[in-house]
């Protein structure tokens, strides 16, 4: 009777798992739906331009956004929802002005997400292989949110890995993984990630359709995303 106990509770676990992992990702579906309108929103009162993305410097990343941008999106759906909730609470890598803030001295606010609007289109071009959407009425597939599959060999290694079979990947009870060699979201174990395109919808993209090698900062320094 033991041993069936056991082997009973040997399976539950990873389903109970399972089981979190697909609510999870229905929140995140949901996060991105109601960024995707407060974009929508912006833009319908500022004559069908999308939030800018440009910090003071003049620098953009995807996941990194200037403070007022950061401020007007968690003014209209809240501050949890710029996050995907496998990646809740926000963890950064790197200094921030204080413990548990998200600003940086020089990097904007990070939230745990790629928003791909409102990037400028020179550089988007010259760089990055991927276009940014500027107005709503540009092409209708672009992304303008996506799941944050991102990796990179700034300063050190490291990767996020948002949605597995089973939740995130952790180490050392952080979602920004601090790796000893480069590897990929892919390799990490990640099945996928949700991508909110221009025209409102939120799909679910298998992570072997996803591409690996898009540039998520404008000076790059080594970090892509995959979408």
């Not at 939030?51 to 996941?63: A, E, P, R, T």
């Not at 990097?107 to 760089?127: D, K």
């Not at 790796?179 to 174990?189: E, F, I």
Request: aromatic share 12%; glycine share 10%.
């Amino acid at each position: 009777m033991v041993a069936t106990l056991s082997a009973v509770g040997f399976l539950f676990v990873p389903a109970l798992r399972h089981s979190r992992e697909r609510s999870q990702c229905a929140v995140c579906r949901n996060n991105l739906h109601l960024l995707g309108i407060a974009t929508h929103t912006y833009a319908s009162q500022h004559g069908g331009v999308l939030f800018s993305h440009l910090h003071i410097n003049g620098d953009w990343g995807s996941f990194n956004l200037p403070e007022t941008l950061f401020a007007q999106l968690t003014d209209l759906v809240g501050e949890k929802t710029v996050d995907c909730p496998n990646l809740f609470p926000f963890t950064s890598p790197w200094p921030v002005y204080e413990s548990g803030a998200r600003a940086t001295s020089n990097q904007g606010a990070f939230i745990v997400y790629n928003y791909c609007s409102g990037m400028p289109e020179a550089s988007m071009l010259r760089y990055c292989a991927w276009e940014s959407p500027l107005l709503t009425s540009d092409e209708p597939s672009l992304p303008l949110f996506t799941d944050p599959n991102n990796y990179g060999w700034i300063y050190s290694y490291w990767a996020v890995v948002p949605h597995t079979a089973t939740g995130p990947r952790r180490s050392k009870g952080s979602t920004f993984l601090a790796l000893n060699a480069q590897l990929t979201p892919s390799g990490l174990g990640a099945e996928g990630g949700n991508v909110c395109s221009l025209d409102g919808p939120v799909l679910w993209r298998p992570i072997g359709q996803m591409k690996s090698d898009y540039w998520i900062y404008e000076s790059d320094f080594g970090n892509r995303g995959m979408w």
